[in-house]
């Protein structure tokens, strides 16, 4: 029996595709898990673009995608340990997502792509493709700053009306997050 069992179905799902992921890098790394004999070099970002040009970028959604393979000059996201930005050659990583701004670069001159995403994972290749998988994204330019701070202070009150400890305050400290998160996305400082 591991731990994982007494965790709600959700929970049992993160933990085990992270596991996974996990499980399948560390195997990878000790030589267990046969590679695809391709020569990997490390570059810097810069050197990598004028390398290879762009690359291969698929973002999705549970009910769409928004790119499938998709040719992009960079992707810049927003990890739970941080922001960073890929390109083509990138390292091979693995990134959970916090709430913030997913930005696109199409490489044309034009300014980046912007959307709020709430969480997910983002999944970068050895053959200059990124994967970004998120439970829920919305254009940066279709969030409204009046629903988000009318949001904000819902989500307080439910967090302050919860038992202490409960579901429902914790989900309430998530919606506060999120909402905060969104905010600062659009220029809000949230308190």
């Not at 799902?13 to 391709?38: D, E, H, P, T």
């Not at 970002?45 to 040009?53: F, Q, T, V, Y």
């Not at 927003?78 to 922001?83: I, L, M, N, T, V």
């Amino acid at each position: 029996i591991s731990i994982a069992s007494d965790l709600p179905t959700r929970r049992r799902l993160s933990f085990l595709i992270v596991n996974m992921a996990l499980n399948f890098v560390s195997r990878r790394a000790a030589g267990l898990v046969r590679s695809n004999n391709v020569a990997m070099t490390r570059m810097f970002s810069s050197e990598a673009a004028e390398a290879s040009g762009n690359m291969s970028f698929s973002f999705n959604l549970p009910h769409e995608s928004i790119y499938l393979n998709a040719k992009v000059a960079q992707v810049i996201v927003p990890g739970a340990g941080g922001e960073y930005g890929v390109t083509a050659d990138h390292v091979p990583t693995v990134a959970q997502l916090k709430p913030g701004v997913l930005q696109i670069m199409h490489g044309d001159g034009s300014d980046a792509e912007k959307f709020f995403v709430s969480g997910g994972f983002a999944l970068t290749h050895a053959n200059s493709a990124t994967d970004v998988t998120c439970p829920e994204a919305v254009r940066l330019d279709d969030i409204d700053p009046n629903a988000v701070s009318s949001n904000f202070e819902a989500a307080k009150a439910s967090y302050a009306a919860a038992e202490v400890g409960s579901i429902a305050q914790a989900e309430a400290q998530i919606e506060i997050d999120v909402n905060r998160a969104m905010g600062a996305a659009v220029g809000l400082s949230l308190v």
